[in-house]
């Protein structure tokens, strides 16, 4: 009895995200769920416990491709269906793991049956199993690049298409689609949040009171599942019912001129990029109404629509958080839906925009005054939302403010943030202002994921060079395979115009594309590195370099040295958000440990190793060579130092010694980790990407430094 679901009434608070998925159940053309959130927030869940509310579906008797028997597929692998009888089943719930190939979502062809027999031996994907069900991504950030393209690709064409050496196969794929994310553990590009259509913010909740009803409901479901399940059978029966009435009636609801004009302008007023948002939204206002049991878009429905789909699509850069002005929404819709009730000369002389209103919030169904300041929000279950709560009475009211409130702060490990600064340290100072930095590669040719930095053999890019297969088939290479069967072909009685082939035969493609890197950089902020402008350049190159990493795919770790030892400032992460703050936060002062920076490095990437072997690392040193602490600290750095050469680690140092008398420390700790080095001066002259660029090890020379610069 352990396999009974948790039931989707259960769940305590989150109306957000549970209006969120009801929405996409009733009209799956609003294009799926992003929920972003910290873990352990039941995200997973509820999105299986929605699977259960679906309505039953008639697919045909053997179609491995759930094609519906009223309206087949006319292109379906499977052939023709018209005519044949169905069978009801349940919608299904695929989940997608985080290191599923290529192969796996779309299916795969036997290529040696389709070059040696003519026939097209096709196994259906995971996208052919989520047809007409649900498609949940649980990490979608952490997934390859080309993956996520794929699979929002199909969600919003409905189609999957499947293309191998000539053999063509396509099938329907219409599903609805659930993303979860951590945001600490990295962004999803933008043009891949624009996908999604509709984002929400969840936290779990803050209050004693609510977090202790969650874990008692918890611990009755995992005591006795069966008798939980029948405690909310009745709700989840009501609410299953409830998606299938509003699915009837929303080919019925009207979306008038003034609710269109609304979005158009809401949109137009938040500068979202596209029209998608546009589109997304008239179809959300749509759905609530149909979910509401109306058969007209209100207004209420264009403001819930907006606070669901627009947030994430107001992003102008990586480290802006998603998130929506309340007030100059509430302002946009009431200006547009007064136009038809005013008379030209009355718009053209009346009141504008910024000038004093009445309370936006005071003059609707429920009244109530400014409801946007706090946790609660719109949320459309709770007071001033345009839809019911979908739970029912099964998840009070006084539960439903865990979805919408804020986010917490990034966290704060290994940030001493909270801890009284010593008396010699420095208040933190602002980064400079980021710059576009130049492509920098690491050294040779790796194999870690697929990225936009350093040349590496991967699932993508282009062909190199073929070999023989150590698994099955992917990536045929034809040339290379007909080259090795043609000697052999009078030996093995070849008599038509087909190819006699052996399994010996087949070659498949070797591919170079790019891969991602780990950018660690090991910074001093001791009293000798405090100057203002000097750590204001220093945070502004790593600031630019960490938004070159998120479009690039890289991760990036920054580790501190000063005082007493050195702190993990960030762990190797793709989050820009959490980089830039932690780097905001750096103070500076005290002593200089630099052999204790160079050892936590060493620690650091060893564990990195370990963790993702095939990412290979770069070394970023900012420092003025200077070691303090101790009388042989300049010793113990030298030797902290010949450890990571030892490694071949690609390495660089960014000398900041300053002043007219100079000792050259900074250069010989680069003779002695192998690397090249560069002034502070030249640091903003080409961006210490540049060096990066032209990085080759040990060349720690003065001609080499000032090339790589």
């Known amino acids: ?47 299986r416990a929605l699977a259960g509310l679906l ?29 044949l009888a169905g069978t009801a089943r349940a919608a299904q719930l695929v989940e997608l793991p985080v290191g599923v190939t ?7 062809l036997d290529l ?44 919003a064409m409905g189609r999957s298409y499947v293309e191998r050496e000539g053999v063509s196969v396509r099938h329907a794929a219409r599903f609805l689609l659930v993303g979860t994310m951590n945001p600490e553990e990295g962004e999803l590009r933008p043009q891949l949040l624009d996908r999604f259509g509709l ?31 029948a405690r909310f059978a009745a709700e989840e029966r009501t609410l299953a019912e409830r998606i299938t009435t509003a699915r009837e009636l929303l080919p019925e609801v009207e979306l008038t001129d003034t609710a269109l004009r609304q979005i158009t302008a809401v949109c137009a007023a938040f500068e979202v990029d596209g029209l998608r948002a546009d589109i997304v939204m008239a179809r959300t206002a749509v759905a609530l109404a149909a979910w509401s049991g109306r058969t007209e878009v209100l207004e209420e429905d264009v403001r819930k629509a907006a606070q669901l789909a627009l947030p994430h699509r107001r992003r102008r850069n990586p480290f802006d958080a998603p998130g929506l002005d309340e007030e100059k929404l509430d302002r946009t819709l009431e200006e547009h839906a007064e136009q038809d009730e005013q008379p030209e000369e009355a718009r053209s002389e009346g009141r504008g925009p910024d000038d004093e209103q009445p309370d936006p919030d005071g003059d609707g169904p429920d009244g109530g005054g400014p409801q946007d300041e706090g946790p609660d929000g719109p949320d459309g279950g709770g007071p001033g939302g345009g839809a019911p709560d979908p739970a029912g009475p099964a998840a009070p009211n006084e539960f439903a403010a865990t979805d919408t409130a804020p986010a917490p702060d990034a966290p704060e490990t290994d940030v001493p943030a909270q801890h009284p600064r010593p008396a010699r340290e420095s208040a933190p100072v602002a980064a400079g202002e980021p710059y576009r930095t130049k492509l920098f590669k690491v050294p040779g040719t790796g194999k870690g994921a697929q990225g936009r930095r350093s040349p590496a053999e991967t699932d993508g890019g282009h062909t190199i060079r073929a070999r023989r297969p150590a698994g099955p088939l992917t990536r045929l290479h034809l040339a290379a395979t007909l080259q090795a069967a043609a000697p052999h ?57 960490l938004m070159d990493a998120y479009q690039r795919r890289d991760k990036v770790g920054l580790i501190t040295f000063r005082g007493a030892g050195a702190e993990l400032a ?21 002593r200089t440990p630099l052999a204790a920076g160079l050892l936590r490095a060493h620690e650091t990437l060893r564990v990195e190793r370990m963790r993702d072997p095939h990412r290979r690392p770069l070394l970023v040193v900012v420092t003025d060579g200077r070691a303090t602490g101790g009388r042989d600290a300049l010793t113990d750095a030298g030797r902290a130092a010949g450890l990571l050469a030892a490694q071949g680690l690609a390495s660089v140092v960014l000398d900041c010694e300053s002043g007219p008398v100079r000792l050259g420390l900074a250069r010989k700790l680069a003779g002695q980790l192998g690397a090249s080095a560069v002034t502070l001066d030249e640091l903003r002259a080409e961006g210490v990407t540049a060096l990066v660029h032209a990085h080759r090890p040990a060349t720690s020379t003065t001609t080499a430094n000032r090339k790589a610069a």
């Open 112 to 155: 040696e049956r389709a070059l040696s027999e003519g026939v097209k031996a096709y196994e259906p994907g995971l996208l052919a199993k989520a047809h007409r069900g649900v498609l949940y991504i649980d990490e979608v950030n952490l997934l390859q690049d080309h993956v996520v393209d794929l699979l929002l690709d199909a969600a």
């Open 1 to 47: 009895m352990t396999d009974v679901r948790y039931p989707f009434t259960a769940i305590v608070g989150m109306a957000d995200l549970r209006l969120g998925l009801l929405l996409n159940a009733v009209s799956p053309a609003v294009g799926g769920v992003l929920v972003r959130g910290e873990k352990g927030t039941a995200k997973s869940t509820m999105v």
């Open 199 to 229: 984002t929400v913010e969840i936290a779990a909740t803050r209050e004693p009171r609510e977090r202790a009803e969650v874990v008692r409901r918890r611990l009755a479901h995992d005591a006795d599942p069966a008798a939980f399940a």
């Open 570 to 590: 960030l762990p190797p992460t793709s989050s820009v958000e959490v980089g830039a703050a932690r780097l905001e936060s750096l103070p500076t002062g005290g």
């Open 102 to 108: 290529e192969d796996r979502i779309v299916g795969s």
């Open 55 to 83: 309505p039953s579906i008639d697919t045909v008797e053997g179609c491995r491709f759930a094609c519906d028997p009223a309206a087949p597929d006319p292109q379906c692998p499977d052939g023709a269906h018209d005519g």
């Open 489 to 545: 072909q009078h030996v093995r009685g070849r008599t038509g115009r087909a190819l006699e082939l052996r399994r010996d035969d087949f070659r498949e493609q070797v591919r170079q594309g790019r891969e991602s890197n780990l950018v660690l950089f090991v910074v001093d902020a001791s009293g000798s590195m405090a100057a203002r402008q000097r750590m204001t350049a220093v945070k502004g190159a790593v600031l630019s370099l």
